[in-house]
Nanobody
Framework: VQLVQSGGGLVQPGGSLRLSCVGS????????MGWFRQAPGKAREGIAC????????DYRDSVKGRFTLDYDRYTSTVDLQMDNLEHEDTATYSC?????????????????????WGEGSPVTVGS
């Protein structure tokens, strides 16, 4: 199993970025996936998650209405569209996957349970 990320970078406050995570070596319907982020000096947090096979979706309160998950089960791709970005969104973003039947709620609250991780994409929101 491999998760390959793309996207990220520097954006001004109020701007948008799109992160992409393409999985290989697994059947999307058997996995739950999510996006996590870690800011300097802070704990890793789940921000946007999909339950197994994309059956459910959950978002952290701080990103609701601004971030959107977009997935394609046939290419095992999970994108994160980030709009109206704020300084507080600055962090390294990573996608992750777990082979299990779990809800999106569980994924976002249990980063330590994830089996596979992407390489991380830095996102900096600043002027």
């Amino acid at each position: 199993v491999q998760l390959v990320q793309s996207g990220g970078g520097l954006v001004q406050p109020g701007g948008s970025l799109r992160l992409s995570c393409v999985g290989s070596g697994f059947n999307f319907d058997d996995y739950a996936m999510g996006w996590f982020r870690q800011a300097p000096g802070k704990a890793r947090e789940g921000i946007a998650c999909l339950g197994t096979g994309g059956t459910t979706a959950d978002y952290r309160d701080s990103v609701k209405g601004r971030f959107t998950l977009d997935y394609d089960r046939y290419t095992s791709t999970v994108d994160l569209q980030m709009d109206n970005l704020e300084h507080e969104d600055t962090a390294t973003y990573s996608c992750a996957a777990i082979k299990a039947i779990v809800s999106s709620w569980f994924i976002c609250r249990n980063a330590s349970a994830m089996h596979f991780w992407g390489e991380g994409s830095p996102v900096t929101v600043g002027s």
